[in-house]
């Protein structure tokens, strides 16, 4: 845990020193060594604020996010656009022309060379930390099928460490926990965690500690309190992977702390605010839009322009929700959900779902109040009712208004059957429970990703 923060402080102060350096270097070839009028200096304050920023919005500071990845480079390269354009915005405002302090394309040099700079010493810092760390464990504390089941999910999950099982009641030692492949079960060591501590990254109780000897669970607090984080599954989820487990909702959960937040009347005044500002500010940049879409679906054919279905909305009140067709209207009004290659989409309408201009009136569905800019997508009536009767914990995301993005959009593939929409739902809880104004604008940061790369349907 340790070397992790160390790490990310590394990071970060590297950003520092490198963007700061290459703005020096840029600079001094810009002025011919005419570089320390305070008339320079001080607007370049701001990248060496904003970018820390931007990064830190999409965790790359932190290193459980794998940097090796397309996921991660394409976010990292959105956050520093975003850096760059922020503090243009922010120097204009401020100065009215940037350029006259230290020339136009300082800024986007600059950051442009930072982006690509950044980028590898993450690459190369997180490969050290890798490896590092395949020599260290997860150790799972149980045997039964909540253990069984949350190994295989931290697999499919692309945690990439190993894992060891100690079983409690030592009744299946030997064993494999699932499969060929999955760790044997071995006995808790008689010094009872004395030699976890540096060799192991955590443990996770994933046993019912109301079995377990008072003795046992001493000493398991002392191995926390040596340096060794000790999670309960549904912690180590929400840590971890940023999500809640479906197997472990009960109604109970509704009651817990964090659940009260999207309730409380100062969010939502100020998360209602913004969405009108937001989806105001949207609906003037996209407006060439809103002739340009109408005219390319009208060529395509006569049907209406504005497709309208009933959604579930908060507190599970139906609304219309708007969206430009993509789709033929014969077949348009089943409430199946969209399928790979799905043969109703139009041509017009592949690439409206490509680029994510369909989504677009639902920027009015926000002024109206029916959705928000951030929140769980909103489902289909019919499916919500499907749903909800074969997992009644679902309607736990009715507690806030959908949005036009969310958490699970940005974390999950998109949805086509029961099994997709209780997987999605365990990132709808997670980002209802630990809303924040951090998560929000890192769901925006991510979503921007996600339409450069073209992801959705």
Not at 244 to 258: D, H, T, Y
Not at 411 to 417: I, L, M, P, Q, S
Request: hydrophobic fraction near 45%; aromatic fraction near 12%.
């Amino acid at each position: 845990m340790r070397q992790r923060v160390l790490m990310s402080l590394s990071l970060l102060v590297l950003d520092v020193i490198t963007l700061g350096a290459l703005f020096y270097i840029i600079i001094l070839i810009r002025f011919q060594g005419e570089i320390f009028s305070e008339t320079v200096w001080q607007p370049l304050l701001v990248p060496l604020i904003v970018a820390p920023i931007m990064i830190f919005l999409i965790d790359g500071y932190s290193l459980k996010n794998d940097m090796r990845s397309l996921s991660y480079a394409t976010e990292h390269v959105v956050a520093g656009l975003a850096a760059l354009v922020l503090t243009i915005v922010s120097i204009y405002m401020f100065t009215f022309n940037p350029g006259n302090y230290f020339g136009r394309s300082v800024l986007p040099l600059s950051f442009l060379s930072f982006i690509a700079i950044s980028l590898l010493y993450r690459v190369y810092i997180y490969s050290l930390f890798h490896n590092h760390q395949k020599e260290r464990y997860f150790v799972i504390l149980g045997t039964g099928g909540l253990a069984r089941d949350f190994y295989l999910d931290c697999l499919k999950s692309g945690i990439s460490q190993n894992f060891r099982v100690l079983d409690v009641s030592q009744t299946k030692v030997g064993q494999k926990l699932c499969g060929k492949d999955s760790p044997v079960i071995e006995p808790v060591p008689e010094d009872q965690f004395a030699t976890l501590n540096g060799s192991h990254e955590a443990v996770i109780v994933a046993d019912d500690r109301r079995s377990m000897k008072r003795e046992f669970v001493e000493k398991l607090i002392r191995c926390h309190f040596n340096g060794v984080p000790i999670f309960s599954v549904e912690k180590f989820y929400e840590n971890y992977l940023q999500k809640i487990p479906s197997s472990l909702v009960n109604p109970q959960l509704l009651l817990r702390e964090g659940f009260d937040v999207p309730r409380n009347p100062i969010f939502e005044k100020i998360k209602r605010l913004s969405d009108i500002v937001l989806a105001s500010i949207g609906l003037i940049l996209t407006s060439p839009f809103f002739l340009l879409v109408p005219l390319l679906i009208r060529l395509g054919d006569k049907d209406p322009i504005i497709f309208k279905q009933v959604r579930t909305g908060k507190d599970n009140v139906p609304f219309n929700c708007y969206k430009f067709r993509t789709m033929a209207m014969t077949q348009v009004n089943s409430p199946a959900c969209t399928e790979k290659f799905d043969m109703r989409i139009t041509k017009v309408g592949k690439w409206l779902r490509y680029l994510h201009l369909d989504e677009l009136p639902q920027l009015w569905n926000v002024l109206k109040g029916d959705m928000s800019m951030i929140g769980p997508r909103p489902e289909q009536a019919k499916l919500t009712e499907v749903y909800e009767k074969q997992y009644f914990c679902y309607r736990f995301r009715h507690l806030v208004r959908p949005g036009i993005t969310g958490w699970a959009q940005v974390n999950y593939k998109y949805g086509e059957d029961l099994n997709d929409a209780i997987k999605k739902f365990e990132y709808d809880l997670y980002y209802i429970r630990h809303f924040s104004i951090k998560l929000d604008a890192s769901i925006v940061l991510k979503t921007l990703t996600k339409m450069f790369m073209g992801a959705g349907r």
